[in-house]
């Protein structure tokens, strides 16, 4: 069972501190840091961002309405244009 000794993704998660970036005292160094996660496994963990929890609710919700209208969107626009060809 070889997928036992695969290093899990939760594992994998980088931590990117966004702090120096806000101070402005290494803010490339805190960009690489998200760029080099997001690059090698698609995700960050970020911390010392500024935002409050109830501020990260709310554009999750926000994110999630969105992507919930363009997909109805999509629906409408598949069901109710004729494909042409």
Do not use: R, W
């Not at 997928?3 to 980088?14: E, G, I, R, Y």
């Not at 496994?41 to 500024?50: A, C, E, P, S």
């Not at 919700?61 to 363009?70: E, F």
């Amino acid at each position: 069972m070889e997928h036992l000794n695969a290093p899990s993704v939760v594992s994998s998660v980088k931590t990117a501190d966004f702090g120096p970036f806000l101070d402005g005292s290494d803010k490339k160094g805190a960009a690489n840091a998200i760029l080099d996660s997001f690059k090698s496994i698609g995700f960050v963990y970020l911390v010392n961002h500024g935002l409050d929890d109830v501020k990260i609710i709310e554009l999750i919700y926000k994110i999630y309405l969105i992507s919930c209208y363009q997909n109805s969107l999509n629906l409408l626009t598949y069901l109710c244009i004729p494909s042409i060809g």
